[in-house]
């Protein structure tokens, strides 16, 4: 064998050894991996072997964004329980970015009172109201600890709750109780409080759009201690008999909008407490009720602060008030820049008040002191009352100041046995034609310097 045979004969031989040799030992190493798994599974104890990692989830299968309340248990037929159904829903879409909880159409849900907490995941999470979610109806059925709401979502972000369906709080049962109470007959289950319906607490960027809520026992859509709120295109209806029922109420909320809803209950349609700023209402329809409201604020001399508030191209018909503000005697605080513009009003008692003298009692003890109320602007409010146009009554302590009544327009309705002038008591301000009926040309003082120190003196709790 020449010399050129022998290279290639050894260059052959290498590369079998080579080839046979890699094979091998991958099958080693597999049988290793094999053999330390299994004792990990059924071995010996004390092995000090790791465990095997888990498997990685098939994303396609448990990564659904749709919860709808119907696998997790709920019947739908109203009189089931379908709470535990709805908060196991919850906790499932909370976990995931940009979930839906479906609360699907044609079927009616009974909760009893719940919480449903934050934080969620980031991005949307989306509770889809297409049924009817019913309260329940007895109240005997409510335990102590519920009576202060019913649905309460708290501590959420990035929030939107929707749907074509209806949120119904039940509430006739607790208003003829609250009547009886009233008339002093004593009756089984008299609460010291009733429920509100939906409730918002400490939440951030939450959108209310589109559902119905109806006859709450009190309150039907409340907001507390949030912030960035947008309220679209909702209908809230109870009877104008069930009492204290407000549409909307707000406290120690800031950066709201309102709009495009229907709004008519037993009390206020937009009720604005203490802490609240940067408040815009537009496009509602009000009515019956009483009319959207600052108010009441100073209650018990307390400190009450609402600013920048914004009310605009409202119809309210068949309301005891119109756009008022109303506070306690002994109050300390202030109401600054409140615009109510293009309001149409029909068949309503007093259109225009402010109220510095407010109890809600037979009597109330004369006090000192006020809240401060300053710029606030009456513009365009046109129709008909069937009492008094306006009602200025600001106390005798601290006067309303940089009060402007432009454009203001009001008959009596017809067969009314109403005023025709306006009552109007320590307010500072100017007018600007054209004002219907002429004694609102009348109404308001010119202001001094002195007056002013006087009034802004009163507002340093806000500050």
Partial sequence: MNKGSKILTLFLVSLLVSSSV???????????????????????????????????????QTQSTIFNILSFGAKGNGVFDDSKALIAAWKAACKIPGATLQIPSDYKFLIKPITLNGPCMPQLVLQQIDGDVLAPPKVSSWSKSSLFQWLNFKWLHNFTIGGSGT?????????????LYNNKKKGKHVPDMKPTALRFYSSYNVTVRDITIRNSPQCHLKFDNSGTVKVDNITISSPESSPNTDGIHLQNTQDVEIQHSNIGCGDDCVSIQTGCSNIHIHHITCGPGHGISLGGLGKDKSAACVSNIVVENISIQNTLSGVRIKTWQGGVGSVKNVSFSNIQVSDVKVPIMIDQYYCDKYRCKNQTGAVAISGIKYDQIIGSYTVQPIHLACSSQIPCIDVDLIGIQLNPS???????????????GKSQAPLVPSSIDYCLRRGSGAVRRIARSHDHACY
């Fill in 414 to 428: 017809s067969g009314s046995r109403g005023f025709q002038s306006a009552l109007c008591w320590n307010s500072y």
């Fill in 22 to 60: 890699v094979p091998l030992e991958a099958r080693k190493h597999h049988h290793n991996k094999k053999s330390k798994h299994q004792k990990q599974k059924g071995g010996a104890k004390g092995s000090g072997s790791s465990p095997a990692p888990a498997p990685l989830p098939d994303y396609n």
């Fill in 167 to 179: 949120v119904d709080g039940q509430g006739f049962n607790w208003w003829t109780v609250s009547t």
